[in-house]
């Protein structure tokens, strides 16, 4: 076969016409045909020369598909998908072309189906339900799980071209032949028909979602369908065509309903349902050791949505460490896909409590026995050491400063947000400056155990105090009796000892609270730990953390019933029993509620997060 440009005398080639043409019964958009002439392509599944391509009309379809050996080890963030450019990551690996898994999902309308094979997954896309769903091969590196799209090529005739780090895809063009919207007992659905299947990326905004199809409209199409029918209630669809895509709009009335996409054949149609029960009962295996779980609980008669990683903390390669804003301070928050992101967790769920105000953490961070935050107000903290050893309990950290002289003070709390009259004390982990936290503090400055200095800060623009990198800072808050001892020049310890002991030889520690489960038996209470009545009965959106009879960890985001609000933390507690956890831990709960796995929240959508403080990440190698 004749190898030429896809660009030839200037048109895509000889017969080319706008806004498309046929190729073997498929509209290919020219303008996407034509990005196509890049180092490597492919059509079908076969791999082409570098920098040259047959014209398709001279293609028989599919092509046999070869082994993707001229790209080794190619990898990068950006697909351009019919000429729409997404941040979505993708590979080359042993002769397999991967996306990450979400990428097929929001960006090309694939829905994953359950699996229970680490190295498989099956994804339903124009499938007849009576017919077995397509497979894709999978495997899990750098914190994503990519799925083999060769497949997808092979059958639906893309065609796929590397150009750098971007991947490029142009898929064929079906017609969109109709819109509609139709009234459900649980809300409203769309239903698009087409002429053939079509992928479909979907974006949410506040109150409104956006669909984008690799398809052509007519004009009357676009007009009938952007009309709700008479009396229906529905807000009209806004629509317009864009090339060799088409754009619709339309908005979401409902409380906490989000989109919900599944495609179906004979006819082929894209459905769209927005529902406020809107979760999809998942069960995959995504990765050795880790588990993506999601279905609804009834508590009390009332139903609650649960997602839920299911980890197996002793299997070879993976291992927890607590994660934050960035290993140079404590102080900070920031969405926590940004921050799983930033440290290259595959997994990761919020963690402890923080100071809204100025960022300041309120709990127990402690990562390889040192103390990024300490904990406060004997909460409930769970700790685990390398082994894959887990224990959650009520934490008291009790240090004490001692001075040559033999005088004892007591140490409120370390690295903390976290102020009362007392001492409060600040290492290099805080950061390398500290910012006095209330008006009027004596900040001793301690250097290889020896005070060197002491000064009395006044005022809210006081300047940033550095902290020793081989000392530390003491604050003291209304303490003169401290401040007359620890004159410069005075030798002093710091002793630390961890009540209850068998979390002493934990260097992972992570505090939230107030402890849900003990040996089996629900323990909650809040007041014991010190948090407001308001805290302890307010129903919200929760994050916790549980352990199984069997060793398992459990990383659970739980959200609002689809006929009410989110469960209260008996409610919490009960569904943690439910999951199967002998021992359980309430986290930071409301907005902050997110659970990460492979590059994106599944458990809401990421312009609902909040920032947050810290969190426990899951890594594989």
Known sequence: MG???LSHGGSLWPGANSPGARIRGRRWPIGLLGALSAPLVWVGGEALAHGTAPPFSDLAWPISPKVLAQAPGMAGNTLTLNGISLTVPWMQREGRLGIADYGLTDSLGLRLLNSEAVERQPVQWFNDPGQSPLVLSAWVQGGHRYLDIQPLVDRYGWAIALRGQSLQIATPTPQIQSIRQVAQPWGERLIIQVSGPVVTQITESSGAYSLTLAATISESVARAGGQPPTGSGFRPLQISAAGPNTRITGAIATPHARPQISTQTNPHQILV?????HLLPLNILWANGLRWRQQFFNVAGQVFPVYWLQINPTQAGLTLRPIWTAPTTATGTMPLQTMAQRWQAAAAINAGFFNR????PLGAVRYNNDWISGPILSRG???WNNQGT???DRLFLKQTLTTANGQSFPIQAINSGYVQAGIGLYTPAWGPTYQPILEAETVVTVVNNQVTSQQLTTGATQLPIPIPPN??????????TAARALVPGTPITVTSELLPANLEPMPQIVGGGPLLIKAQRIVLDPELEQFSRAFA???APRSALGLTATGELLLVAVHQSPTGTGPTLGELAQIMAQLGSTDALNLDGGSSASLYLGGR???RHPRTAARVANGIGVFFP
């Open 357 to 360: 105000n100025n960022q300041y």
């Open 381 to 383: 903290v769970v700790g």
């Open 273 to 277: 349902d927005l529902r406020p029960d």
């Open 471 to 480: 000392g530390y800072l003491l604050a003291l808050r209304s303490y003169a």
């Open 601 to 603: 929240l599944i458990n």
């Open 537 to 539: 009965t307010q129903a």
């Open 390 to 392: 887990f224990r959650l």
């Open 3 to 5: 190898m030429r440009s």
